[in-house]
């Protein structure tokens, strides 16, 4: 059977198409671009028999079924040749199921997809996997391209630079000077990319970037590319593929430039117009508070769409004031009766450290999400019944400064209820004896 996808406008009327093997970014009028499957074709398979293929898939030992991305390839990139599938075994992270920490939160079902547990400990390896596997497959085409090329100041960089290293396909991140942390700085230049140190700030090497890109053959892997979003969208098969095939109620992601919570949406949307599932789960999409054009274009009811300046949060992945993906959320949101909530820093800290406390160890931007649960919990908006899965996004061994700082209390303005710092004590059994019995009550 021949399954087929292509491009198309995001707002368009579906006439301006491209093939997946050409270097467009953008519609003719500057516009999205989103990749369409031939639903008719893929719709030839029964639902039993996805689920079946898919079930036998995530089980098998060999490559690369075993990915989660690439065991589901029919429906992300059909028409790859698995010679040029760039994998680092990406997808299939764990469903969690957290009872206890789901008591606290006032809930009886929580689960945390686990996407941070990945190369490169970030979500973007889903989406990466598929742009530098369709970049492999046009170089071996003959198209021209010499490097793939980002701006990032963090998770997009780092697994720009490790799929493209296993690629042997050079790599080039912008970065501005002095503004990053060394753990966002070490996995680039491991894996070998050229790291541009620019004296500018992040919209500056946006701009740098799409500027090189629009005029040399550098492939641009900034997330208005709608490939990585077919990668992303892999998350939503699985949760309902490990629930045994069941939709929660509630899927809970935090939003920056907003393409993961339309990924998620599509992921859905497919299964449904599939027959996979019979009914879309409902999405909240959670924003840090010194972050939030989505939220505040939430509240006006999706009227009225502002651009801000966005001020530093903690959650510095999705420290974004103008989101790419603004239109697509707001399609996303509408489909799924989405709601959007938002986070203090304060409130992100804590509801990490509350979180951590019950057996996770959770990134700023999942603890951006925890605390949008517990928000919506409190007002009755998520019934205490209904099943809720929060998607991690990034391993909390990336942002460890921030925990580190919580627990010491040394964070400007936030007052850290939950701190756990370690107590200091000579070498002496006997002050360890009386620490202890004091603590465990021996
Ligand atoms: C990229 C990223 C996000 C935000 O995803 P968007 O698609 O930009 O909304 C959230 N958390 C982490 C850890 C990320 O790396």
Redesign the pocket.
């Known amino acids: 059977m021949a399954f087929t996808a292509r491009y198309v406008g995001f707002e368009g009327d579906g006439s301006e198409t491209y093939s997946l093997d050409e270097v467009v970014y953008r519609t003719e009028d500057g516009g999205l671009l989103d990749v369409e499957h031939d639903v008719a074709a893929l719709a030839e398979r029964s639902p039993a028999a996805w689920k079946a293929l898919f079930d036998e898939r995530a089980g098998a030992r060999t490559w690369p079924d075993r990915s989660g991305v690439w065991g589901k390839r029919e429906w992300v990139l059909p028409e790859i040749d698995p010679a040029h599938i760039v994998s680092l075994g990406e997808g299939m992270s764990h469903l969690l199921p957290a009872p206890r920490y789901a008591r606290e939160l006032g809930l009886e079902h929580l689960w945390v997809k686990q996407c ?1 547990h990945s190369h490169t400990g ?3 390896d889903l989406g990466m996997t598929v742009l530098v596997s369709q970049v492999n497959r046009m170089r071996a085409l003959g198209v021209p391209i010499v490097a793939v090329g980002c701006a990032s100041t ?3 960089s780092a697994a720009v630079a490790a799929y493209c290293a296993v690629a042997d396909i050079p790599s080039v991140v912008f970065l501005p000077a002095d503004k990053i942390s060394v753990a966002q700085l070490v996995q680039p230049i491991a894996n070998g990319a050229m790291v541009l140190s620019l004296d500018t700030d992040f919209d500056g090497c946006m701009r740098l970037i799409q500027e090189v890109t629009a005029s040399y053959p550098i492939y641009l892997a900034n ?1 208005m590319n709608s490939l990585r979003l077919e990668g ?1 969208k892999t998350v939503a098969i699985e949760i309902v593929q490990q629930l045994g095939w069941e939709v929660p109620e509630w899927v809970v ?9 339309y ?1 998620l949406s599509k992921g859905f949307r497919l299964m449904k117009e599939l027959g996979v599932i019979d009914r879309l789960p409902r999405l909240v999409c959670a924003q840090a508070h010194h972050a939030n054009p989505l939220y505040r274009a939430y509240k006006a009811g999706f009227d009225q769409y502002e651009p801000i300046t966005a001020r530093k949060t903690l ?1 510095s ?2 420290q ?1 004031g103008n ?1 790419v ?1 603004i239109h697509r959320a707001i399609a996303a949101l509408e489909a799924h009766d989405g709601v959007v909530e938002e986070a203090t820093e304060q409130e992100l800290m804590d509801a990490c450290a509350k979180g951590d406390r019950f057996g996770l160890f959770t ?1 700023p ?2 603890g951006v999400a925890l605390a949008a649960i517990e928000k919506l919990v409190a007002a009755g908006t998520i019934g205490k019944d209904e099943r809720v899965v929060v998607v991690s ?2 391993h909390g061994l ?1 942002f460890t400064d921030s925990k580190v700082a919580y627990h010491s209390g040394t964070l400007d303005g936030i007052a850290s209820r939950l701190a756990n710092p370690p107590v200091p004590l000579p070498a002496d059994a006997g002050q360890i004896i009386d620490v202890l019995k004091h603590a465990f009550r021996l």
């Open positions: 941070g970030s979500f973007k963090g998770d997009t997330s992303q992601v935090p939003g920056g430039n907003l393409g993961n919570v990924a959650a992945a999705i974004i989101p993906s990134c931007h999942t996004t990034a990336k």
